[in-house]
């Protein structure tokens, strides 16, 4: 069984505002996450008061949105997305995988999208260095991501401890590709749509179902190897044992709360009271 053109669709079937700029930063969400993604939206806009590209929160009904949100900093889009019903989602909701459709949703408004997971703590301004190291990949980039905190457990790992992880990652590495992590995206939505990359993770997904470790994360890598483009891991700073004492030494742009590592259900100095 397949996914074809007539079997999977978006739509945007509400929307508050209209587009001002050439990219977007976009969120997808569900009810349950739309407070995190309206905090984060709230800091990026206090960090970037300037506002140099469009602010999206994705979601499947838009009256969830407190009236007080819907202003002209935030665009609020409810996305009507038909055919992903059968595809696993574990912990998560089928929000997660409204992401991959938003470069057809919104390929003729934004050249780039930059995606962020509403878990996602940013840290200081990080749009203009983004968009430089992005200048910088190859014109036909479709998606880029930094690497999945499992390549630095597997790589620091005693040499004679095997685990569940470790192979995951290491049948990875027999392609040649590094995993990543797409809790932080870019999409370039020309060449996204020009590579029918929504059609082919959606295929694999639904063909592989069942081996799915990470979802449509795992998909995404899976299809498309060695073909996404790598950002440093200080766009996606992704939080665990590894990772949290160094964080203020590195003062990455964007923290990622991976896991069950987030500041609303821990007590860390990133909760806000």
Request: aromatic share 14%; proline share 4%; net charge negative.
């Amino acid at each position: 069984m397949s996914f074809t053109p007539v079997d999977i669709s978006a739509t945007i079937s509400k929307q508050t505002g209209r587009s001002h700029n050439d990219n977007a930063l976009a969120f997808c969400v569900d009810e349950r996450y739309l407070p995190y993604a309206l905090f984060a939206a709230e800091q990026f806009i206090t960090l970037h008061p300037n506002l140099p590209c469009d602010i999206c929160i994705c979601l499947p009904d838009i009256s969830k949105v407190p009236e007080k949100f819907k202003n002209q900093k935030i665009r609020f889009i409810e996305l009507s997305i038909n055919g992903i019903d059968t595809l696993p989602v574990g912990r998560l909701s089928l929000a997660a995988y409204y992401r991959l459709f938003l470069p057809q949703v919104f390929e003729d408004t934004y050249e780039y999208i930059i995606y962020l997971d509403a878990d996602t703590y940013i840290n200081k301004a990080f749009y203009r260095d983004m968009i430089g190291h992005i200048k910088g990949f190859s014109s036909d980039f479709c998606v880029a991501a930094a690497a999945d905190i499992m390549e630095l457990k597997f790589r620091s790992s005693f040499k004679n401890k095997q685990s569940i992880v470790d192979s995951y990652v290491k049948s990875y590495h027999e392609s040649e590709h590094i995993y990543r992590n797409s809790g932080v995206l870019v999409f370039h939505t020309k060449n996204y749509v020009k590579e029918d990359v929504l059609f082919r993770v959606f295929n694999y997904a639904l063909e592989n179902a069942s081996s799915l470790q990470c979802h449509d994360q795992s998909a995404l890598n899976r299809v498309l190897l060695n073909d996404i483009a790598l950002l440093p891991f200080d766009f996606n700073w992704q939080i665990n044992k590894l990772t949290y004492k160094f964080t203020d030494v590195v003062d990455p742009y964007i923290i990622h709360f991976i896991s069950d590592n987030k500041p609303w259900m821990t007590d860390n100095k990133y909760t806000v009271k």
